[in-house]
């Protein structure tokens, strides 16, 4: 395994960030690559700890030269936004001198090749420098993860429709409880980066089937545990053993994804009709009908009318909820995987 450290000027004099890369050389020309990074917003550490649960295992399939195909991983890929604290709190999900989300606006390049990126000009700012390094590090990559985290939620995935259901297996390998498939633009998300380049492609010639690219929401943002970190890091493992990046017959053996998995335009996302204090009265992972109670709005605390109730627009399954109590009118507080398209669908992205 080697080990870089890549640079990037910062806007003003006397500033440089650093990225820590990893690199496998696999043993086969033939097997399938993976690319692995976490904490693009850099406030989200769920995928950080299972990088470091996941590195250990890594080093022991080396030192037996099970390793089939190339793996690079950025196990912290924003050092921008991880060094961006405001009032005692991280603010790594835009970055300050642009306001731009660190999820958007990633080159989108016509074919898989780090070199047809656009240049750099002396005056591009520190995060447009970030976001060409990790498109350029992933580049030609056959399996691309994003690990990202929600705010409070299931572990699910967002995949690109092209590729289900041949990612079946991914999502059974990993674990996850939900799948949301979409299409379209998403604002130029890293995962609509990684996965451009063979939109235009026949579909023979785009390899589909050997390619893995998602996003992954690893439950909620203080879901930093031990025991997670390490289960999710064998979900890793388990998906790289099944798709042959990794030697490995026992965690290569099939599993059966039993989860959700629903188009981007069946996710409702719930809003406060007031601003208030939220009650909640469904957790991630709950089924609900039609009409069921998810909050109540306490907006006029101590009036006989102070409250609102928030209903589900029709059925289906909570995917997530904000980790606040509070908020204001219009603030999405839970996303809900209904069983139909949504009446206001979303299209491309939803947060992340
Ligand atoms: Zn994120």
Request: net charge neutral; proline share 7%.
């Amino acid at each position: 395994m080697k080990t870089t450290i890549e640079k990037i000027p910062g806007d003003t004099e006397g500033v440089t960030y650093e990225v820590t890369v990893f690199r496998f050389k696999g043993t086969s020309r033939s097997a399938p690559t993976a690319y692995i990074q976490a904490a693009l917003h850099a406030g989200e550490l769920p995928g950080v700890v299972a990088v470091h649960a996941l590195m250990p295992m890594l080093r022991a399939a080396e030192a037996e030269g099970r390793i089939a195909g190339d793996i690079t991983i950025v196990p912290a890929a924003n050092p921008i936004g991880r060094a961006q604290y405001h009032f005692g709190e991280v603010q790594g999900r835009f970055h300050l001198g642009t306001r731009t989300n660190f999820n958007r606006d990633f080159p989108l390049i016509g074919r898989p090749d780090a070199s047809a990126l656009p240049p750099l000009n002396p005056a591009s700012t520190a995060d447009t420098r970030l976001k060409r390094l990790l498109v350029g590090l992933s580049m030609g990559h056959d399996i691309v993860l994003d690990l990202h985290c929600d705010d409070e939620g299931v572990p699910y995935l967002y995949i690109p429709a092209q590729l289900w259901p041949a990612m079946k297996d991914c999502a059974a390998a990993m674990g996850v409880d939900a799948v949301i498939l979409w299409d379209g633009p998403s604002g130029a998300a890293f995962e609509e980066a990684a996965i451009h380049p063979y939109r235009g492609m026949a579909p023979e010639k785009a390899g589909f089937d050997r390619r893995v690219v998602t996003t992954v929401e690893l439950r909620g943002l203080s879901d930093v545990e031990s025991s997670y970190a390490k289960s999710d890091a064998e979900g890793i493992y388990r998906l790289l053993a099944v798709r042959g990046v990794i030697a490995d017959e026992k965690a290569a053996k099939a599993k059966r994804f039993t989860g959700i998995a629903a188009p981007i335009g069946n996710v409702e996302m719930i809003a406060m009709p007031r601003a208030g204090a939220i009650l909640f009265h469904v957790q991630p992972g709950q089924r609900v009908r039609k009409g069921a109670k998810l909050a109540t709005i306490v907006h006029t605390p101590g009036e006989p009318d102070g409250a609102i109730e928030v209903r589900a627009p029709q059925s289906g399954y909570i995917l997530t909820r904000i980790s606040r109590r509070s908020g204001r009118a219009g603030d999405d507080i839970i996303k809900l995987i209904g069983e139909v398209r949504s009446a206001k669908p979303k299209a491309g992205a939803l947060e992340d």
